[in-house]
């Protein structure tokens, strides 16, 4: 790891105006843009909102590295700006795996398209929170003992491989146990009640099957975090650098579910890519003391690994139907 990555450029101005910036756009997107209104978002819409967090995301790349110009000089500032990039890409291709797990848990609880989006937006909300605590405890964890940054690429690299034998089966989601005690001990009602998460019958609070829809969505974004995180560490162990990237592919989640949902069937090769991925970054982690891999290569890396797996998915399926 380059000793350089471990000096943080955020200073406390910045975090306070990233999160306000963060706090603005759920509130708009909450009261504003819809998103308290029940309603199935089509792909126009979802590639409409793809498109304006990739460029908020890109934006924001180029104000920090314009910011870091004119106060510590050219070079951190392309380092930075690089890091930023490298560790946006990294948390959005592996996000992709979340649009896959979304999907089997929509279908398997029989979720109306409509209500999808209120499930996936209080989603989005856990996942900024969980996020924020498990980065903000790696980076202390890192900065303490150092030494955690091995740990954290031996797991990478067990995760990859065992991505890579699972990856053509799916959970059995009657066996997940967050489900099986959420169903033992709450009152369940049997019919959905439109995006209510809980109703009251005769004085007595019962949850609603989307409750438990949004009880998996939670745990999955919790499960993923745990590989997502470690993987940017071996990017940068700037916190400010971490907890950016990461937070705007979280934002830009949902709309990506909505653009892949219809034609995720035709990327069903891009599992393969993630694992290599995971795998690629743990081996980088643990050869760092013998040889620092350059953070431009790991993001041509990362994104010709990525890039051939979607292509090789779209030429495997060409000829087939999306669905």
């Known amino acids: 790891m380059n000793p ?16 306000g910036f963060v706090l603005v756009m759920l509130a708009l997107d909450l009261f504003v843009f819809g998103g308290r209104q029940a309603h199935k978002v089509s792909v126009k819409e979802a590639a409409a909102w793809s498109m304006v967090w990739v460029s908020l995301a890109l934006a924001f790349n180029a104000g920090l590295w314009w910011h870091l110009n004119g106060t510590v000089g050219e070079e951190i500032a392309d380092r930075k700006a690089l890091e930023f990039l490298t560790g946006y890409l990294i948390e959005k291709s592996l996000s992709v795996d979340n649009v896959f797990v979304f999907l089997l848990i929509f279908s398997s ?9 209120r499930v996936l937006l209080y989603g989005v909300l856990g996942a900024i929170v969980m996020r924020a605590v498990m980065i903000l405890a790696g980076a202390w964890l890192v900065r303490e003992f150092h030494w955690v940054l091995y740990l954290f690429g031996v797991f990478l690299v067990i995760t990859g491989l065992r991505m890579l034998v699972m990856a053509e ?12 005690f959420a ?12 995006e209510r998460f809980t109703v009251v019958k005769d004085g007595v609070r019962w949850f609603t099957p989307l409750f438990l829809v949004l009880l998996l969505v939670e745990a999955s974004d919790l499960v993923f975090a745990v ?83 979607v292509i090789a998915s779209l030429v495997a399926t060409r000829g087939r139907p999306a669905a």
């Not at 350089?4 to 999160?19: K, L, Q, R, Y």
């Not at 609880?109 to 989006?117: I, K, M, S, T």
């Not at 169903?183 to 439109?194: A, M, N, S």
């Open 109 to 117: 609880f029989h979720v109306a398209a409509e209500y999808q989006r």
């Open 227 to 309: 590989d997502s995180i470690p993987a940017i560490f071996a990017i940068t162990t700037d916190p400010f650098i971490v907890f950016t990237s990461n937070i705007f592919a979280i934002l830009g989640l949902r709309a990506l579910y909505f653009l892949l949902a219809d034609v995720a069937g035709r990327f069903h090769l891009l599992k393969y890519g993630l694992a290599m991925v995971l795998t690629f970054i743990g081996t980088k982690m643990l050869i760092a003391p013998w040889y620092h891999v350059p953070v431009a290569a790991s993001l041509a890396i990362v994104a010709v690994l990525i890039g051939a797996s």
């Open 183 to 194: 169903r033992r001990h709450l009152r369940i009602t049997e019919d959905y009640h439109g």
């Open 4 to 19: 350089d990555t471990a000096v943080s450029i955020g200073e406390p101005w910045m975090w306070a105006a990233f999160v």
């Open 169 to 180: 089966k799916e959970p059995d989601l009657e066996k997940n146990p967050l489900l099986r």
